[in-house]
């Protein structure tokens, strides 16, 4: 996915490459929800390595959403009218957790 964004020109691969705007031109703006089990896979997330070999740690849709659900409610104490910010790295289970899951 290539964004228009300098008005440079740009080598495009026709096998690979898209452009952002033609893509979003043909996109919806709602999205169904689907009904999921509590044990299907929600993502991976790799571990630094810094112990040896990355390890992917698959985290569930159930336990997971509990539990980013739960801890923001009780460590952020959030409101609707708050205005929230995390400074955390979306790659870190904290990003996840607490800029994508949490807030959700």
Same mark, same amino acid.
Do not use: Q
């Given at each position: 996915?290539v964004v228009?964004?300098?008005g440079?020109?740009?080598?495009m &691969?026709?096998?690979?490459?898209? @452009? @952002?705007?033609?893509?979003?031109s043909?996109?919806s ?7 999921m089990n509590s ?8 571990t630094?390595?810094?112990t ?12 997971y959403?509990? =539990?980013? &659900? =739960?801890?923001f409610?009780m460590?952020?104490?959030y409101?609707?009218?708050?205005i =929230? ?16 899951y949490?807030?959700?």
């Amino acid at each position: 996915m290539v964004v228009k964004r300098t008005g440079e020109p740009v080598e495009m &691969n026709g096998d690979r490459d898209v @452009w @952002w705007d033609d893509e979003m031109s043909v996109a919806s703006d709602s999205c169904e929800p689907v009904e999921m089990n509590s044990e299907d896979p929600l993502f991976i997330l790799y571990t630094s390595g810094s112990t040896g070999k990355p390890k992917g740690v698959l985290h569930t849709t159930g336990g997971y959403l509990l =539990y980013a &659900n =739960y801890s923001f409610d009780m460590i952020f104490d959030y409101k609707s009218e708050d205005i =929230y910010w995390c400074t955390a790295d979306i790659g870190w289970i904290t990003g996840h957790s607490y800029i994508v899951y949490g807030p959700l």
